[in-house]
């Protein structure tokens, strides 16, 4: 009877590791970026002619991203599509932020580490560092999204000494400037805020967002919401969760270094990034 008991649960735990080996889903997000809080500044525009860019660019802002996970890894990146037709009026600026549309993240979980596969301007790069620590706070609300049950948690980011200094410098190098530019708000403590669901039990969300019990399905990172429209689990086709591995490797601490570099490029005499409107 013993033999017979110990036999049982040897094939009890062997089908739970299968089953977490072989689990895995995919979510899909859409992200908009709200504009509000941008100050565009212009002598030779009206304000209807500054609303129309701020809603140019606000619909430049609006993508979609694919997760591919498994319990301890996943792939994240933007879901191809067609270019806008040309010769259609558009905003023409540059916009220098974190990834691009070939970005491509993978996260691994267990091993608290990430590979992110990164284009500044055609030259890429294979950004490879550990995971950044999240200090979730979770909170008491709760409401559906779709059939999921979901719980809210934050993270509260505090303005620096050299956040105030950077934006000081940045502000005395435009206020003699003539030409449009765009100006941040005033500076205030980021709030990042997750909605997390126990029924999909992976410790991942969009970007680089990981550390809750549960997978995340609406993020707000500043002015961007992230929100989850579609999932799909235990899907029998091969997701291929794998790390990326073309580009030059750095640190995320390099990789920022070289943006900073490439930015100060862009920009005039008076530290500006000058907008050119198509009409």
Same mark, same amino acid.
């Given at each position: $009877?013993?033999?017979?008991?110990?036999?049982?649960?040897?094939?009890?735990? %062997? #089908? @739970?590791?299968?089953?977490?080996? =072989?689990?895995?889903?995919?979510?899909?997000?859409?992200?908009? *970026?709200? !504009?509000?809080?941008?100050?565009?500044?212009?002598?030779? !525009?009206?304000?209807?002619?500054?609303?129309?860019?701020?809603?140019?660019?606000?619909?430049?802002?609006?993508? *979609?991203?694919?997760?591919?996970?498994?319990?301890?890894?996943?792939?994240?990146?933007?879901?191809?599509?067609? &270019?806008?037709?040309?010769?259609?009026?558009? /905003? &023409?600026?540059?916009?220098?932020?974190?990834?691009?549309?070939?970005?491509? %993240?993978?996260?691994?979980?267990?091993?608290?580490?990430?590979?992110?596969?990164?284009?500044?301007?055609?030259?890429?790069?294979? /950004? $490879?560092?550990?995971?950044?620590?999240?200090?979730?706070? !979770?909170?008491?609300?709760?409401?559906?999204?779709? =059939?999921?049950?979901?719980?809210?948690?934050?993270?509260?980011? +505090? /303005? %620096?000494?050299?956040?105030?200094?950077?934006?000081?410098?940045? @502000?005395?190098?435009?206020?003699? &400037?003539? *030409?449009?530019?765009? /100006?941040?708000?005033?500076?205030?403590?980021?709030?990042?805020?997750?909605?997390?669901?126990?029924?999909? +039990?992976?410790?991942?969300?969009?970007?680089?967002?990981?550390?809750?019990?549960?997978?995340?399905?609406?993020?707000?990172? =500043?002015?961007? %919401?992230?929100?989850?429209?579609? #999932?799909?689990?235990?899907?029998?086709?091969?997701?291929? #969760?794998?790390? +990326?591995?073309?580009?030059?490797?750095?640190?995320?601490?390099?990789?920022?270094? #070289?943006?900073?570099?490439?930015?100060?490029?862009?920009? &005039?005499?008076?530290?500006?990034?000058?907008?050119?409107?198509?009409?």
């Amino acid at each position: $009877m013993t033999r017979l008991i110990i036999s049982l649960l040897v094939i009890f735990f %062997t #089908i @739970l590791k299968s089953n977490a080996q =072989n689990f895995q889903g995919k979510a899909i997000y859409s992200s908009k *970026t709200q !504009m509000g809080d941008l100050d565009i500044k212009s002598d030779g !525009m009206s304000p209807e002619m500054l609303d129309q860019i701020k809603e140019k660019m606000a619909k430049a802002f609006e993508k *979609t991203y694919v997760l591919n996970f498994n319990r301890f890894e996943s792939v994240y990146q933007e879901e191809e599509k067609l &270019n806008a037709p040309s010769g259609s009026s558009s /905003v &023409n600026f540059v916009t220098v932020f974190s990834g691009s549309n070939r970005s491509k %993240t993978y996260k691994n979980l267990k091993e608290k580490k990430y590979v992110s596969e990164e284009d500044i301007f055609g030259k890429e790069f294979l /950004v $490879m560092d550990s995971l950044p620590k999240m200090n979730w706070i !979770m909170e008491g609300e709760q409401k559906k999204i779709g =059939n999921y049950t979901c719980y809210k948690a934050k993270i509260i980011i +505090p /303005v %620096t000494d050299e956040d105030r200094k950077d934006r000081e410098e940045l @502000l005395k190098k435009q206020k003699s &400037n003539k *030409t449009a530019f765009i /100006v941040s708000g005033d500076l205030k403590e980021q709030v990042i805020e997750a909605w997390y669901t126990l029924d999909i +039990p992976v410790s991942n969300g969009p970007s680089k967002y990981w550390g809750l019990p549960g997978l995340i399905l609406e993020l707000h990172e =500043n002015e961007t %919401t992230y929100l989850c429209s579609k #999932i799909v689990l235990n899907i029998e086709e091969d997701l291929k #969760i794998k790390a +990326p591995k073309s580009g030059k490797k750095v640190t995320q601490k390099e990789f920022d270094e #070289i943006k900073e570099e490439r930015l100060k490029k862009m920009m &005039n005499d008076d530290g500006v990034i000058e907008i050119s409107i198509d009409h």
